[in-house]
């Protein structure tokens, strides 16, 4: 290469050019919120395999019972995770997002009043089952909207590390 030819630069373009980036106090603030939204998913997510043994023992679930409600969460999850991608940079991330959320909300919320709707045990473990699957699907979307989220609203130079924070938050969830 001769020293009078430029050197190459690889331009990202994430198709949302007009979006305006957010400035350095509303990237703060809406980090900030994000992460302790995905402290909640995770905490959402897996406070049924955290109480599995005792949730067991109060229904007379056998193992295959928890197996299934618990492993029917992750037959939503990955399915969503695709769709949530595609719709979140189709409509935006923060609407997929919202909407998502309600969803979670409100099976998370009517989990445990649904359990103790059914004097049957076979229907008590497959409304909990479609309660989990529902789960999953809706949280499914989630760290697909947070990637449209900051690859539109962070701009280039720090988005590696809003992404990196983000992403840490189910761990600390």
């Not at 030819?5 to 106090?25: C, E, F, R």
């Not at 919202?98 to 059914?118: G, K």
Request: hydrophobic share 50%; proline share 5%; aromatic share 12%.
């Amino acid at each position: 290469m001769s020293s009078s030819q430029p050197p190459l630069k690889i331009a990202v373009d994430s198709g949302h050019a007009d979006t305006p980036v957010w400035n350095a106090k509303e990237r703060r603030q809406w980090v900030a919120t994000l992460f302790l939204g995905s402290m909640v998913v995770f905490a959402a997510r897996t406070i049924m395999p955290l109480c599995a043994v005792t949730v067991a023992n109060e229904f007379g679930w056998d193992k295959t019972d928890m197996g299934l409600v618990l492993g029917c969460f992750f037959w939503g999850y990955p399915v969503f995770q695709i769709v949530g991608g595609y719709l979140s940079d189709r409509i935006g991330g923060e609407l997929v997002m919202y909407r998502a959320a309600a969803v979670w909300s409100v099976v998370t919320i009517a989990t445990p009043h649904i359990a103790y709707m059914y004097p049957s045990k076979q229907a008590t473990v497959y409304s909990m089952a479609f309660l989990r699957f529902l789960l999953g699907l809706a949280q499914g979307v989630h760290y697909p909207s947070l990637t449209s989220i900051a690859t539109r609203k962070v701009a280039q130079q720090q988005r590696a590390l809003v992404i990196s924070i983000l992403f840490c938050a189910g761990a600390a969830g």
